[in-house]
């Protein structure tokens, strides 16, 4: 038994739906089906999440909303329209979306509620077109489903419970189609997950229906091993473990939202990304575990937008609790790190560079100044993070010195190197200005030579 989610542009447009209705109907075991809001039909088109966002926002500033409703419901009818459906359809969203801006409710959740309709809808639709091929499919809403989340608008945090209430579900006949990127709270009140919310929605159903496989369907064929934007034709990976496949999202690949797999992990189901363009390549299958590999690197992954806090103190490794009250600086500053390199007598830390804005940078350095009495502290901006990724990198020779050599080969200087005891990734600091020859080198050596 397989659950399948499809993305926003696996739902862009009718003949969109009409793949995604062709995929379902063509493998029985496709019981479980959940949808994105959809996405954009070309490069300068907006998501429909966007425009429910953007809705919320003038709905904030009293701005006069028909017009931004009449653009909504274009995008569906058109849909509606090209999948022959009734168009009554269109009637109940139109009516729905106006329930919420009339209701009596907060604004905060009003917004809430507009965020989830363009998933809601989707689902509805796609639930009545496979009726009309003759499929037994049911909408079912996540309340119904028993996805219960913590009272968190915007990054809400499922309650373990519901995996038992998903499983009530697993044996009753038909298909169900289930909208992303939302649940309830015990209490009834809809929140949303963080973007990229409907992925981690298709992960906790797999994981509370026991489902045998997980299909995530996008608009790629299957993930490659660098940013295709970066590398012209670059290999695709076949096979990945869950660790480099979380490492890989958390670096920068966008295929995932990087926690979207955790519930499907934890339970073990593998994952398949697969093309709603293309439902028979095989795509790339994620799994709790593989063979040991010579070749143990899959992957280069990137991101840009950080910073390094610098901190040299002579005799640091000495100083008790220096450590503890350096990071009780920043999270009293609100402020999470992502990598923390140290030496004898000094320290990095690695922040998201939007987090310290120019007034927060002067408070933490302040700060660190007074509380732990440095001898010297620089924070250093418009870094790019380069992470090699691997299963078994640490029992196999010569990775750094390939790794390093080809950034020597860019003429690159690498700023911070971590690698500490993981076993799945080595991470290096570059200037953001200098990431894609870097990349490319590091394509060259791994992957071509």
Request: glycine share 6%.
């Amino acid at each position: 038994m397989k659950v399948a989610k499809f993305g926003g542009s696996s739902l862009a447009n009718a003949e969109q739906f009409t793949r995604v209705a062709s995929i379902v109907k063509n493998d029985p075991s496709r019981k479980f089906i959940v949808v994105s809001a959809p996405g954009k039909q070309f490069e300068q088109d907006m998501k429909i999440t966007d425009l429910f966002i953007q809705l919320g926002a003038n709905l904030d500033n009293n701005a006069h909303v028909c017009k931004q409703i009449e653009t909504i419901m274009q995008r569906f009818l058109k849909i509606i329209k090209g999948l022959k459906l009734p168009l009554n359809i269109a009637g109940d969203i139109k009516q729905r979306i106006h329930a919420v801006i009339e209701s009596a409710q907060p604004k905060f959740v009003k917004r809430e509620a507009l965020k989830s309709l363009g998933e809601d809808s989707s689902a509805r639709i796609l639930s009545m077109y496979l009726q009309t091929l003759g499929l037994d499919a049911t909408y079912l809403s996540p309340k119904d489903a028993g996805i219960y989340v913590s009272n968190e608008p915007g990054r809400a945090q499922l309650i373990p419970e519901s995996y038992s209430q998903l499983y009530t579900w697993r044996n009753k006949k038909g298909i169900f189609v289930i909208p992303g990127f939302f649940g309830y709270t015990k209490d009834g009140k809809l929140a949303t997950f963080s973007r990229g919310g409907s992925d981690i929605t298709g992960s906790i159903v797999a994981a509370g229906v026991k489902a045998d496989l997980y299909e995530n369907f996008t608009d790629v064929d299957s993930v490659y091993v660098v940013n295709p934007q970066i590398v012209n034709n670059p290999k695709t990976i076949h096979l990945l473990t869950y660790k480099e496949m979380r490492e890989l999202s958390y670096a920068g690949f966008s295929v995932f939202h990087d926690e979207a797999l955790i519930p499907a992990f934890k339970a073990k189901i593998p994952v398949c990304i697969k093309n709603t363009n293309k439902p028979d390549a095989d795509g790339t299958m994620i799994v709790d575990q593989k063979k040991p590999s010579e070749k143990c690197v899959v992957g280069i992954a990137s991101d840009t937008g950080f910073c390094n806090i610098f901190i040299s103190k002579f005799l640091m490794n000495r100083e008790l609790g220096f450590g503890r009250r350096l990071f009780q600086i920043l999270e009293e500053e609100s402020i999470s790190f992502e990598h923390a390199p140290s030496g004898i007598d000094d320290m990095s830390i690695i922040i998201r560079e939007s987090q310290l804005t120019d007034e927060k940078e002067q408070l933490i350095l302040r700060r660190i100044h007074e509380e732990l009495q440095p001898d010297y502290v620089q924070i250093q901006r418009d870094l790019a993070m380069v992470m090699i990724v691997g299963e078994g990198m640490m029992k196999t020779k010569g990775i750094a010195q390939k790794a390093t050599t080809a950034f020597t080969r860019a003429n690159v200087n690498i700023e911070v190197i971590n690698q500490g005891s993981s076993e799945v990734s080595m991470m290096f600091g570059i200037q953001s200005k200098d990431l894609n020859q870097s990349i490319r080198s590091l394509y060259q050596a791994f992957f071509e030579n």
